[in-house]
């Protein structure tokens, strides 16, 4: 499972404008000016960082996690873990391991790194620990 950061602020197809209208120049009123900011004569892109003081409100179930999701947090007990493997094949090599994850509700989860991940999450992860886990691509299993 690889984290991703994302950049919250500034960038979105929707939200840009312009450089002769984010400069007040180009004839006439902007109509977008007000629309995207609370502050019209704030031009920063700079990310919006939230925070939040309960952390426990972004938890996403277990059984709510769909391969449609792109953002997600779960906060699960690691209940297994399997030793490290490798392969080799024609489109090349590397290795993984998987574990096992449970959450609050009881609903439980398969999830395996690879590659890089491995050498740095491996000795990290201890089973019966507490671990919050994002930014992973979800995968329906196979029958």
């Not at 290795?95 to 690879?114: A, H, K, Y």
């Amino acid at each position: 499972m690889y984290g991703q950061q994302r950049n919250q602020g500034g960038g979105g197809m929707y939200n840009q404008r312009p450089a002769s209208a984010a400069a007040g120049g180009g004839g006439g009123s902007n109509p977008y000016q007000n629309r995207f900011s609370n502050n019209a004569s704030s031009n920063s892109s700079a990310p919006i960082v939230t925070s939040s003081s309960s952390s426990s409100a972004s938890i996403t179930p277990i059984a709510a996690l769909n391969m449609y999701m792109n953002r997600w947090v779960i906060r699960a007990r690691l209940t297994t873990k399997s030793d490290i493997r490798t392969w080799s094949n024609a489109r090349g090599e590397g290795s993984l391991f998987s574990c096992e994850l449970l959450d609050s509700s009881g609903q439980d989860i398969r999830c395996t790194f690879f590659k890089e991940a491995v050498d740095k999450f491996y000795h990290m992860l201890e089973v019966d620990r507490v671990y919050t886990f994002s930014g992973g691509r979800l995968k329906v299993a196979n029958a």
